[in-house]
């Protein structure tokens, strides 16, 4: 990461966050961000390490969902996102991709369409136990 201008800060750096979304409706998920930097500008990075064979469909969606939330509390301070793959073969050099921001974005509302569709699929398994004992 150094030879690209990138300085380490922290890695396997675990979170938690709970707050309003920018619709304003409340949300809670953690995770653990790989690496986080600072480039030659002193900018938040977030760097991601996936390791898979290589595919023409990297990254995939799910990584920039994943990403996306990692570096979207505003208390992150995140600026950049980098997904990084590394190659499972010998020959293989890996992958990079640095994010734009309509792709943090796109991420976001990914991540936040899965989000939503778990926590509504936990709602509705309680709705149904209630409504076989007979409550409404």
Known sequence: LSESGLTVLRAE???V???KADDGSLMAYGGTRDV???????RLVLVDLKSSKASAYWPYDETYAQVAAYAY????GIERVAVVRVGKE???PGQQVWLTELQ??????LFCGAYWSYESKKALARANTGARKGGK
């Open 36 to 42: 986080v930097c600072a480039d030659s500008q002193g």
């Open 73 to 76: 509390p505003e208390a992150a």
């Open 90 to 92: 010998e020959d293989d």
């Open 17 to 19: 966050w709970e707050g």
């Open 104 to 109: 943090r974005e796109v991420g976001w509302n």
């Open 13 to 15: 750096e675990q979170f």
